[in-house]
Nanobody, 123 residues
């Protein structure tokens, strides 16, 4: 089992940057592919980015490609999301999750979730 805690959210102006962190407990963290999702008020949770357990492969939603970078440090049991050139439409609660199988961009492919961290981008 994996326990996930996100941090690093906050209020930022459009064009700014934030780095989210997701700290995991459990010795099996390095065996999980990890993902970031987000959920804006009144909208469904949507895929943002994912990374293989080894860090050797990443995937991004089209809406963040070229602006966001996902990375991980298995020695620190942490996955990161560097968010650059932020836009007001990036405003949402951001969640990290551990994937157990299935399509990378589906919520149901992820078994463990953090509590989320709020990101607000002002125009």
């Amino acid at each position: 089992q994996v326990h996930l805690v996100e941090s690093g959210g906050g209020l930022v102006q459009a064009g700014g940057s934030l780095r989210l962190s997701c700290a995991a407990s459990g010795r099996t963290f390095s065996s999980y592919d990890m993902g970031w999702f987000r959920q804006a008020p009144g909208k469904e949770r949507e895929f943002v980015a994912a990374i293989r357990w080894s860090g050797g492969s990443t995937r991004y939603a089209d809406s963040v490609k070229g602006r966001f970078v996902i990375s991980r440090d298995n020695a620190k049991n942490t996955v990161y999301l560097q968010m650059n050139s932020l836009k007001p439409e990036d405003t949402a609660v951001y969640y990290c999750a551990a994937r157990f199988g299935g399509n990378w961009d589906l919520v149901q492919s992820y078994a463990y979730w953090g509590q989320g961290t709020q990101v607000t981008v002002s125009s």
